[in-house]
């Protein structure tokens, strides 16, 4: 099963720690500043987002390997959208609203409004 979402904004500061966070449309403008937006296309079954270790997400075309998902991952994405995205090694206490993907951890370049980030259940 297979979620699309679109990137519909990239804040002016939302590549400063190359941790990449995202929310739907309803932030605030502090929040939109160091965030990117997110709205999701596919809306039917979204309830049934659950992403899990093992799963993937493609980014602009590139697919990415979940290394480790957060406690409050999935309720997050299905409220407000909101997931924080980190790529490179688990750290050793892992925040609770972050999915960990296999890579680099400078992935800026692939977050541009208009891209596509595909959220792939196995």
Do not use: C, W
């Not at 502090?30 to 709205?39: G, L, M, R, T, Y």
């Not at 999701?40 to 480790?68: C, P, Y």
């Amino acid at each position: 099963m297979e979620f699309t979402a679109k990137i519909k904004a990239v804040g002016s500061k939302a590549f400063d720690k190359h941790i990449y966070i995202l929310f739907d449309e309803n932030i605030t403008s502090d929040i939109a500043e160091v965030s990117i937006q997110q709205e999701f296309v596919t809306k039917q079954n979204k309830d049934k987002l659950i992403i899990k270790a093992g799963d993937a997400i493609e980014i602009s075309g590139q697919e990415f390997n979940v290394r480790h998902v957060g406690r409050l991952v999935n309720d997050n994405l299905n409220d407000i959208a909101h997931v924080v995205l980190m790529f490179g090694d688990v750290e050793d206490e892992p925040m609770e609203n972050t999915i960990y993907l296999d890579g680099d951890r400078n992935q800026d370049q692939l977050f541009k409004s208009g891209n596509t980030i595909v959220y792939k259940l196995k």
